[in-house]
C-alpha cells in the first residue's frame, strides 16, 4: 500500500491502452528528448489522476524536479494497482511484479531511453530509470518497494510498530521519501544526512496514517496492518472492521497509532530546513495536510466505515496564497 488515491482507479485495460499509447509516440520521437517529455505528459496524467492532493503541492516545486518526481509516482503506482486493482490471482500479481523487476534492470542498464523501450521496458519504467541515474538514486530502494508490494500480494501480520515499519514501511513508504530526497536536494552537503532522516520520519508518519484511515478496506483486501501487540491489548484476536463488538477497541488502537504518527511528522518538520529551499514549500505543504488528516482520524467519532479526508479548502489554506495562480494552470494542463 503506497499513498492512498483520491479518484476511482483506472482498470487494468486502460493501463494497457496507455502504454500501448505512450510507446508508440516515443519510439517514433525525434529524439531521447522528445521520447521522454511524451511519457512524461502521461506521467503527470496519472498523478493528477490518482492523487489531487499530491498533484497539488508538487505545483510548487521547480519545474524540472516535478517532472522527476511524476516519473516516480508514475513508477511506483503501477506497481501498487497490480496487487490492489488488477482482477489477477495472486499468482499473476507476483509474475508481473517479477516480470517488473527484471524489467527495471534492463532500464537501468541500457544507455538511453529508447535503448530501454526497444528492450522492452515499459514506458514509465524506463523514464523512472533515467530520473535514478539523473538524481543519483541508489538502485537498491526500488527493490525495497517492490518486496512491499509483493507482501501485499501475499501478506502477513505485524507484531508490533517495529515490524511494521522495518519490514513493511521501509519499503512501501521510506525508500520512496529517499527518491525524493534526491531530487529535491539538501541545502548544503553537510544537511543531506538530515534530510535523509526527515524522509523516513515522513515517510512513517504518511504511511500510518493512511493505515488508521483505510482498515476496512485493507480488510477486504486481506491485509491487516495495525500491529498485534496493541491489538491484543484490547482483546482483538482477528481484525473485523464489520464487528459490533470490536469498534471500540478498534477505535482505540487507531487512536493510538494515529497518535504515534505525529511524532515522526513534528521530526520531519523539524529537519525541513535540510531541504534546499526551492522544494521546501511543497513539502511543508505535504506535512501540513496529512497532520489535518492524522488529527481528523484521530479525533473522529465516525467509526470504521467512515473514510475521513481533508476538503479541499483546507488543503489550499496549507499553500502559499501568493502561488495560487500555480493551480488553475495547473489543471487546465499547463
Not at 499509447?21 to 519510439?27: I, L
Not at 502521461?42 to 519545474?63: D, E, G, H, N, W
Not at 499473476?92 to 517479477?98: N, P, R, S, T, Y
Request: aromatic share 10%; proline share 5%.
Amino acid at each position: 500500500m503506497t499513498a492512498s488515491t483520491d479518484t476511482k482507479a483506472w482498470p487494468m485495460e486502460d493501463w494497457v491502452r496507455l502504454e500501448t499509447g505512450m510507446r508508440s509516440r516515443a519510439m517514433h520521437a525525434a529524439s531521447d528528448d522528445v521520447a521522454q517529455d511524451a511519457i512524461a505528459r502521461q506521467a503527470r496524467r496519472v498523478l493528477k489522476t490518482y492523487s489531487t492532493s499530491f498533484f497539488a503541492v508538487t505545483r510548487f516545486l521547480p519545474p524540472r524536479k516535478r517532472t522527476q518526481v511524476e516519473a516516480v509516482y508514475a513508477a511506483v503506482r503501477y506497481p501498487d494497482e497490480i496487487v490492489d486493482t488488477f482482477p489477477l490471482s495472486s499468482r499473476e500479481k507476483m509474475d508481473m511484479l517479477a516480470t517488473w523487476r527484471d524489467a527495471y534492470a534492463v532500464g537501468l542498464a541500457s544507455r538511453t531511453l529508447r535503448d530501454a523501450l526497444e528492450a522492452g521496458v515499459p514506458c514509465f519504467l524506463a523514464y523512472f530509470t533515467r530520473v535514478v541515474r539523473e538524481a543519483g538514486i541508489p538502485d537498491v530502494h526500488y527493490d525495497s518497494f517492490l518486496s512491499a508490494m509483493e507482501m501485499d500480494v501475499e501478506p502477513r501480520p505485524f507484531e508490533t510498530l517495529d515490524d511494521l515499519i522495518d519490514n513493511y514501511i521501509y519499503g512501501s513508504a521510506i525508500v520512496v521519501g529517499y527518491f525524493l530526497t534526491h531530487i529535491y536536494g539538501p541545502a548544503r552537503p553537510r544537511d543531506y544526512d538530515r534530510a535523509i532522516e526527515s524522509a523516513r520520519n515522513l515517510g512513517i508518519a504518511l504511511q500510518l496514517t493512511n493505515f488508521v484511515r483505510d482498515v476496512g478496506e485493507d480488510q477486504r483486501r486481506g491485509r491487516q496492518y495495525l500491529p498485534l501487540d496493541f491489538l491484543a491489548e484490547e482483546g482483538i484476536k482477528k481484525v473485523d472492521a464489520r464487528d459490533t463488538y470490536q469498534q471500540t477497541g478498534l477505535q482505540n488502537v487507531v487512536r493510538k497509532v494515529a497518535t504515534f504518527a505525529s511524532t515522526p511528522s513534528l521530526a520531519a518538520q523539524r529537519d525541513l530546513d535540510a531541504f534546499s529551499p526551492d522544494c521546501r514549500t511543497a513539502i511543508q505543504a505535504c506535512i501540513d495536510v496529512y497532520g489535518q488528516l492524522n488529527e481528523r482520524i484521530r479525533v473522529s467519532r465516525n467509526g470504521l466505515s467512515h473514510r475521513e479526508s481533508v476538503p479541499m479548502s483546507q488543503k489550499f489554506r496549507v499553500l502559499p496564497a501568493s502561488k495560487y495562480w500555480r493551480l488553475p494552470l495547473a489543471y487546465m494542463g499547463w
